[in-house]
């Protein structure tokens, strides 16, 4: 999604983490922790990855499907909450997968560190005792990478993951050049962005869309970006990147 993926992840380094990159098949994350946990990150990787290959062998639609599927009682709870979120914001649960592969690597790496933060393709899980700012990347945009979102410290891990119109591979029927929501689940932070993101196509839409985007549970912040315009709500600020 970006062109200097690298660089976009110096914004979010963490003073006293150690940071530390993966990569597992289409899967690469940038990860931070309060120390060297590879071999342990690429073993998470490979199981969540395994997981959501067998049951795409087992249901092809899972990965097709552009709306929500009924949930599966009996499968790993990466499959139950990407299908969870899809349902809740209508659209297919691959559109949560890469924030439910930062937060279930994530949730792994909290046992063996008290701070993580998971970068995937602009989806982020985090548990942090700071506050952090958040870049974003929008395009050709005026405000990319030079406007940042402020979240305060949570006692709990909490995601912020953002979707592209204008950028990327994924599939999405806006134009927006992004759409970044923060939310306490990555799979919902992740479903909700692209979901948001569908609905905008130009800069007229931005409020309408918020309003939606208000409407689903448990959505703590939105931010919208299109061409030079911005909109923003939630439990955030507006910050500029020096």
Request: hydrophobic share 40%; with cysteine.
């Amino acid at each position: 999604m970006f062109k200097d993926r690298h660089a976009y992840r110096r914004y979010h380094d963490k003073p006293g983490l150690v940071s530390f990159e993966i990569t597992v098949k289409e899967t690469n994350l940038n990860i931070q922790a309060q120390t060297d946990l590879t071999d342990q990150a690429i073993k998470s990787a490979l199981k969540y990855r395994h997981y959501i290959e067998t049951h795409i062998l087992k249901y092809p639609e899972f990965s097709t499907s552009l709306s929500s599927l009924p949930s599966f009682a009996l499968a790993p709870g990466i499959i139950i909450d990407m299908t969870e979120a899809a349902m809740q914001t209508n659209v297919g649960p691959m559109a949560a997968v890469a924030g439910a592969m930062a937060e279930y690597v994530g949730k792994d790496l909290l046992e063996l560190s008290d701070e993580v933060v998971v970068e995937n393709g602009g989806d982020i899980f985090i548990r942090s005792n700071t506050q952090t700012v958040f870049s974003i990347y929008a395009g050709d945009s005026p405000l990319s990478m030079t406007t940042g979102i402020l979240v305060e410290p949570q006692n709990t891990p909490f995601a912020m993951c953002t979707s592209s119109g204008t950028l990327g591979h994924s599939k999405s029927f806006g134009a927006a050049d992004a759409v970044s929501v923060l939310a306490p689940s990555c799979c919902l932070a992740d479903a909700a962005a692209t979901a948001l993101c569908n609905r905008v196509k130009t800069e007229e839409d931005i409020e309408k869309t918020i309003h939606l985007g208000k409407q689903i549970q448990n959505i703590q912040g939105i931010v919208i970006i299109k061409g030079k315009q911005i909109g923003l709500w939630g439990d955030l600020k507006l910050v500029r990147l020096t």
